[in-house]
């Protein structure tokens, strides 16, 4: 398995609540994303990072933000949860050789489960 | 931004027949094409990918094929085991910009002893 771990991997927190999730790798890979996984609508990108202090959007990133100090942690929070963040949060790590071809396959981490009543 | 199509949401199969999962896409620009196979309480898992130079590959029991020109791509299972029974997504790359992928809504495989 990819050395991946994200921390927790379970929360139930209250509406109006700041979260943060932890993303934690040991490959060295430059890209890390974030995606959220819910029925029916398989896995959607929130942020993703091209490099330390490099980020920037994918499709659902309202009330989300993200930090990455260093090459290792990607790091997710949500400023103030609601109910509709009830989710489960992946994250994925990659990297790209030369000419940016996909050297690497996207590797996912086991993922949290975050409840928000 | 790019959208993809994946059917069907189930199926169920008995063991030993084959299963096939369709994706279909509009964008052309799109040229890397992997599955991930997620059991219960995992993350997704690639199990199989296709770069869009390529038609068909093939791992053992499962193979990838692609249609560039009509925008689909398909998952084939031969001779299904209760293993391969999980949630199967396609999804989408490319080799520019952001790098992400998109994913299909997921097709849940049930295969019956």
């Known amino acids: 398995d990819a050395g991946i771990t994200q921390s927790p991997r379970h929360k139930v927190t209250e509406t109006g609540t700041p979260v943060t999730l932890r993303c934690h790798q040991t490959e060295n890979h430059r890209y890390m994303y974030w995606y959220r996984q819910d029925p029916g609508h398989g896995l959607r990108l929130i942020h993703y990072s091209y490099g330390v202090k490099d980020t920037d959007k994918g499709e659902v990133s309202d009330g989300y933000s993200v930090s990455r100090s260093k090459t290792e942690d990607f790091l997710l929070t949500l400023e103030s949860a609601t109910s509709s963040q009830t989710s489960v949060y992946f994250c994925?790590?990659?990297?790209f050789g030369s000419g940016g071809a996909m050297r690497y396959e996207q590797y996912f981490g086991p993922g949290t489960r975050l409840t928000v009543t | 931004g790019e959208n993809v199509e994946q059917h069907p949401s189930t199926l169920s199969v008995q063991e030993g027949d084959s299963a096939v999962i369709k994706c279909t896409y509009s964008?052309?620009?799109?040229?890397?094409f992997p599955w991930y196979k997620q059991e219960l309480g995992k993350g997704p898992q690639l199990i199989i990918d296709?770069?869009?130079?390529?038609g068909e590959k093939k791992d053992q029991r499962i193979a990838v094929t692609l249609n560039k020109t009509a925008k689909h791509f398909s998952l084939h299972i031969t001779e299904t085991q209760p293993e391969d029974s999980a949630v199967y997504f396609c999804a989408l790359g490319e080799d520019t910009g952001r790098r992400a992928l998109t994913f299909g809504s997921g097709t849940r495989l049930q295969v019956q002893p």
């Open positions: 964008d052309s620009a799109s040229n890397y």
């Open positions: 296709i770069r869009s130079n390529v």
């Open positions: 994925a790590i990659s990297e």
